[in-house]
DNA sequence: CGTAATATCTCGTTCAGCGAGATTATCGCC
DNA sequence: GGCGATAATCTCGCTGAACGAGATATTACG
């Protein structure tokens, strides 16, 4: 599978096929924005896993689910004792505040305060809109068929995820 | 800049506008595309980055580059300590050699040793089957498409980065 | 009402990554 | 051809992120 037999390639490795060619570039796009991420957090002093949990935060919002820390700590694969730690870093820099949950006392529900959405544009925004530009020069048919691709091998990803 | 005014939407801060929610798609990828790094990591008693680091190696050949240690450092935003550390544990789990430059005997030469490519090629694999045959289904034009967004989409990211 | 299940937190431990500095090898200069 | 400057990697000690185990508080079930 996915073996290169032609020699002469740029790689000791041989010549890669067209489609998995696009499959790295698919992954390159994917370590790019994880510096990005490092980034963000060093310049703001916090982990890249402060900024993932900001970020599922914002998801879970803009899905509409509750955001409580027990989904938090699954969504990041943390244990419970290093989701705590978590949020208690973002609640010292005044990025989430904890509420308990009036219908469930034993929930705390997280609010991402208005500074650290506030923070996220600031650094975000400018790569957000450059990716805005780059699908304003495309057609309606070329961004339908890039969603189609992202939902699909988003699908691909997130197939039988082990326990 | 992105500000959502329209109410009713599925999520508090209102709807989102089509082309953001394909920047948002996108990013999804890149968070499933993490999480299944970190599983493949976890189920092979390593880190992250060590996984990144293997990766890394491997673009590295690709692409006809040294491997040395110090590129490595640098990729990952490691500290000369921390590379040491990554290169120690890699290569105590039999994945990577250290093989020093016979042109410059300062330097370490990393080869990714066969047994971490057969690891990672039983893990990945299926994913990257999967993302192959999602794009079978798409035709020449299309794959076209998705190559230049993808491209341009990396160019965004790659733009600027802050030492 | 008691017992089980659920959600979060506390405590102690491990080890990844950092800063500072040591070590070894190469290069440029005269 | 030796000598300081530069470069690549490694060693040491330390901080703190994340883990496992278990405590605490709240709700659901019978």
Redesign the pocket.
Same mark, same amino acid.
């Given at each position: 599978m996915h073996d290169n037999h032609e020699p002469g390639g740029p790689g000791p490795l041989g010549r890669e096929p067209d489609n998995l060619q696009l499959v790295h570039l698919l992954r390159a796009v994917t370590v790019d924005f994880g510096l990005r991420q490092a980034e963000f957090a060093a310049r703001n002093g916090m982990?890249p896993?402060d900024v993932r949990a900001l970020i599922c935060l914002l998801d879970a919002d803009r899905a509409a689910e509750p955001a &409580?820390?027990?989904l938090l700590g699954a969504r990041l694969?943390?244990?419970?004792?290093? &989701?705590?730690?978590?949020?208690d870093?973002l609640e010292r820099l005044g990025h989430v505040a904890?509420i308990r949950d009036d219908q469930?006392?034993?929930?705390?529900l997280l609010r991402v305060e208005p500074g650290a959405v506030r923070l996220g544009r600031e650094f975000f925004g400018p790569l957000i809109d450059g990716v805005l530009r780059v699908l304003d020069s495309f057609d309606p048919s070329e961004r339908d068929t890039v969603r189609r691709f992202l939902t699909s091998a988003r699908a691909v990803f997130a197939s039988e995820p082990r326990p």
């Open positions: 982990h896993t &409580t820390a027990g694969g943390l244990n419970s004792a290093g &989701t705590t730690a978590v949020i870093r904890r469930d006392r034993r929930r705390i």
